[in-house]
């Protein structure tokens, strides 16, 4: 993406109703929409947070798919979610918004409580070791997950890599965590989750056009 492009990009998320984009100081200094994200959509609905939400189209999926539910999608790079961010203002979209920060930052970015399901989509499985820290499914992001869960939180972890998929079950099934359901091959189990099929992404797309496995958990944290 050239220059222009993403300045152009910068500017109109600056003014979509629909961006947030605090600074890394405001996030850490007592975040305005903290405990209040109901102000934001003006209404009481359960919250859902889709994190690392790329282009922003999964969350402006389940959007229209849930319209009784308020979606938010998180990531970092603004120009992507700009997509997604248009899109919904475009289908008239009022439940889904986006929220430009670093993931490892949402628990300044949100009450204890205040989520009730958090979708993990696709991330990147950082399969080097001295990554292990950035990958979206530590113990250390479990743990911050269970924080802003209600009682009833879901999480859902839907990606192309299975190991990915088998690092988070071990940790899973170490903590006593709870999981509702698991497969490593969604598309070829005989009765998954509607949830987990009923959208897919431009990439997903793809990969189920060379027959790449798509896995899917789906769980309770337990700490």
């Not at 924080?147 to 190991?163: A, I, M, P, R």
């Amino acid at each position: 993406m050239g220059s222009k492009n993403k300045l152009k990009r910068f500017k109109d998320n600056e003014a979509f109703k629909n961006v947030v984009q605090p600074s890394r100081e405001e996030v850490l200094d007592n975040f305005s929409l903290k405990g209040k994200w109901h102000t934001f959509f003006n209404n009481k609905n359960p919250v859902v947070l889709e994190l690392g939400c790329g282009k922003g189209e999964y969350s402006v999926s389940l959007a229209e798919k849930y319209p009784e539910k308020n979606f938010i999608g998180i990531d970092i790079k603004g120009a992507r979610f700009w997509r997604g961010a248009k899109t919904a203002i475009e289908n008239n979209l009022e439940n889904v918004a986006f929220l430009r920060t670093q993931i490892e930052l949402i628990d300044h970015c949100f009450a204890a409580g205040e989520v009730s399901e958090i979708w993990i989509t696709f991330p990147d499985p950082q399969i080097k070791y001295k990554r292990t820290k950035h990958r979206l499914v530590t113990r250390p992001f479990l743990e911050k997950y269970q924080q802003l869960l209600n009682s009833d939180g879901l999480v859902h972890l839907k990606t192309d890599s299975e190991f990915l998929h088998g690092y988070l079950l071990g940790l899973l099934h170490e903590g006593n965590h709870e999981v509702l359901y698991a497969n490593h091959d969604i598309y070829n189990s005989s009765s998954p989750p509607e949830e987990a099929t009923g959208i897919q992404t431009f990439y997903e797309n793809q990969y189920l056009e060379v027959n790449k496995a798509i896995t899917y958990v789906q769980f309770r944290t337990n700490y």
